[in-house]
């Protein structure tokens, strides 16, 4: 079949991926560079975490909401002049989360897609010739000490009940594996199976690049909507003409929401912002990814230096950047790491700011479309996208192809928000 990808990030490159294999034509249409600044495959963490489960929507969460709108540079922000816009999937969001057993049920669905993320992608970087883009040495979770690790008792019992498997490590084993690490961090819990990307961007590429190599086509152009005859799909509508195809998935991170709805489904897609520092290295690297739990953001040594990324910020796409947010989390790698000084915070940062494409529920969509079911969503990922891409291009590739999913994926589907 003739196959259009709307979106080159990482579900769209790992989708076209699965779709050559299984021998279709396949053309990726992306408007930018793939994996290029504005796109939030470009600057997460670059966790592969198979502990990343928990939701953000937990029971309690709409009492916090108030000090969310007073205190900008908290962990999670919610910007006062959009709250009108946002109350919709704000009130959704909190539902999704509002019983212990609305979680579980989100963090075991979350288990299934991430399971075995770190060995799909460290596949996957071999398959396109770059297995030193993923790295297989754990991820650490490090705390104070033990009583601030056991007030997480219920994310870590879920982690366990979901078959996460992870090791507690002493103040000496943390230092030893992490010698940069502040002596404030005295306990840790260390997922020996967490893998971590060290240039998420340059993966994507090299995706892409690869995904040429093997017969597919690029089109640079924006996807605007669908040429259907009846339910039958004659191709998606480009900023730069109709690309004719069979089938078209949509994989366009935060801006499907608009072609979802073209394909008759209504999605309550929000952007999560997010931000990232990279501290070059050349002033300072670290040995391990690590996710100090007084701060929540993910610290990754990548390519480039350290990268630190994190941050909940609810405004919606067009939104400037708030910079200050950005600062916050090069504050935090100054109490995490003592050798990060004022100089080598003032010296080559790079600042960015980028989209986790988030459903209400905290789940991605994939499935066939309303309109057509020559049309599949792939997006929503929230989160956990970079983790979830290969699973996800697997799950389309199964469904195009009439295969049985590995698992029931009637969770993913678009028509849950009908109901
Ligand atoms: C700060 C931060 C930290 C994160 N950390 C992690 C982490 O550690 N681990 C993890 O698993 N996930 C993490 N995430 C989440 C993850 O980055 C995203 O879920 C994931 O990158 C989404 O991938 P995507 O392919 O759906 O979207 P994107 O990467 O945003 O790609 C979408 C692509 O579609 C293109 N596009 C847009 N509109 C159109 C159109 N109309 N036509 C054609 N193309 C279009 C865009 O140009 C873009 O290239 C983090 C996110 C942030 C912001």
């Not at 997922?191 to 971590?196: L, R, T």
């Not at 366009?252 to 073209?262: D, E, N, V, W």
């Not at 057509?372 to 997006?379: E, G, P, T």
Request: proline share 6%.
């Amino acid at each position: 079949m003739q196959i259009a990808v709307i979106g080159a990030g990482i579900v769209g490159a790992s989708t076209a991926l699965d779709l050559l294999k299984d021998g279709h034509q396949v053309t990726i249409i992306e408007p930018e560079c793939p994996g290029g600044r504005q796109a939030a495959s470009y600057g997460n963490s670059g966790w592969l975490s198979p502990a990343s489960i928990i939701p953000m929507s937990m029971p309690g969460l709409w009492k916090k909401v108030p000090g969310y709108l007073a205190d900008p540079s908290g962990p999670l922000a919610i910007r006062w002049r959009y709250l009108a816009h946002l109350a919709p999937w704000l009130v959704h969001f909190m539902r999704a989360g509002s019983t212990a057993a609305k979680v579980e049920r989100t963090a075991s669905i979350l288990s299934t897609l991430l399971r075995d993320a770190p060995s799909r992608h460290a596949a996957v970087a071999e398959k396109i010739g770059r297995p030193d883009l993923i790295c297989r040495k754990g991820l650490i979770y490090a705390y104070p000490d033990r009583a601030a690790f056991e007030a997480e008792a219920f994310a870590w019992r879920l982690r366990r009940e979901n078959g996460v498997v992870y090791r507690e490590l002493s103040a000496t084993e943390l230092h030893a594996r992490e010698p940069h690490l502040s002596s404030r961090y005295s306990f840790a819990a260390l997922v020996e199976d967490g893998g971590h990307c060290v240039d998420p961007g340059g993966y994507v590429m090299a995706m892409i690049e690869y995904a040429i190599r093997q017969g597919a086509t690029r089109v640079h152009a924006r996807a605007i909507g669908f040429d259907l005859a009846g339910e039958r799909l004659l191709g998606v509508l480009t900023d730069a003409g109709t690309v004719a195809c069979d089938k078209a998935v949509i994989a366009a991170g935060i801006h499907s929401k608009s072609l979802a709805a073209k394909a008759g489904d209504r999605i309550p897609l929000q952007s999560e912002r997010g931000y990232h520092v990279v501290i070059p290295t050349d002033q300072f690297q670290a040995d391990m990814p690590l996710m100090p739990s007084d701060g929540k953001m993910g610290n990754n040594p990548t390519l480039a230096g350290l990268r630190i990324a994190g941050q909940v910020e609810l405004a919606s796409v067009s939104a400037a950047p708030n910079w200050a947010r950005a600062d916050i989390l090069l504050k935090h790698a100054r109490t995490t790491y003592p050798a990060v000084t004022d100089s080598a915070v003032d010296s080559g940062i790079d600042r960015w700011m980028g989209h986790r494409p988030s459903t209400a529920d905290g789940l991605p969509v994939i499935g066939f479309a309303s309109a057509s079911r020559d049309i599949l969503h792939a997006f929503g990922h929230g989160h956990v996208g970079l983790a979830t891409g290969p699973v996800s291009g697997q799950l389309v590739a199964d469904l195009i192809a009439g295969r049985d999913c590995a698992f029931d994926i009637s969770v993913l589907s678009a028509g849950r928000f009908r109901a």
